[in-house]
């Protein structure tokens, strides 16, 4: 762990779940920065990536998840998805509760859509921010066992890495705390190029 006690980056989420993932796992990344994220990840032989990239959607990615598990039980499903998106369709976690199944969602919290920062910001990029922790005893209701845990640290995400890795009666969510500021450079790169079409005078015809 690269300084353990420190704030918790996106540089160090994603080494850590560069550990987790092995021959039977598939990755799922969300719009957004996890999309660079997870182009930016090593692949061993056997293992997965699956994307939205063609249109851009958010909150695909949870559902998706969910299908994912049910189709391939065999595999071990990690999925990133940020703050914002999650928020769109959370509800599909229940799903994985019911059944029982052993996905790891890591939910990268930086409190707001940081894509959308990048592109215009202003103050609709701004979202209530959740306990998503919290959120998974919700969904549990009184016979529910997934999990949720929270990290702010190196430290803490390892250890709740552990957990995730040896519960296998329900889904894991692990928030990861990060700076709102704390992006891929492909990300800025992206958005200044969407910026820049985006303010492109009209033509008309």
């Not at 080494?15 to 990840?41: C, K, P, Y």
Request: aromatic share 8%; hydrophobic share 40%.
């Amino acid at each position: 762990i690269a300084r353990p006690d420190s704030p918790l980056t996106r540089a160090e989420i994603c080494r850590q779940i560069q550990d987790v993932i092995a021959s039977d796992t598939t990755l799922l990344g969300e719009t957004g920065d996890s999309w660079f994220n997870g182009l930016n990840m090593k692949l061993p032989e056997g293992a997965k990536f699956e994307i939205e990239m063609q249109w851009g959607h958010i909150g695909w990615s949870v559902p998706a998840t969910f299908g994912y598990a049910v189709g391939a039980p065999g595999r071990r499903i990690v999925l990133m998805v940020g703050d914002g998106s999650f928020q769109l369709t959370a509800q599909e976690v229940c799903q994985m509760i019911r059944l029982k199944l052993p996905v790891i969602i890591f939910l990268i919290n930086n409190r707001g859509y940081t894509i959308e920062v990048e592109i215009h910001d202003g103050p609709y990029n701004n979202i209530k921010n959740w306990d998503y922790a919290g959120i998974m005893s919700v969904f549990n209701a009184a016979d529910g066992e997934g999990r949720g845990l929270r990290a702010t640290n190196g430290r803490e995400l390892a250890d709740a890495v552990q957990q995730a890795l040896s519960h296998s009666a329900g889904p894991t969510l692990i928030e990861c705390t990060i700076d709102r500021d704390d992006c891929t450079r492909e990300l800025m790169e992206w958005g200044s190029k969407v910026a820049a079409a985006n303010a492109r005078p009209q033509q008309r015809t």
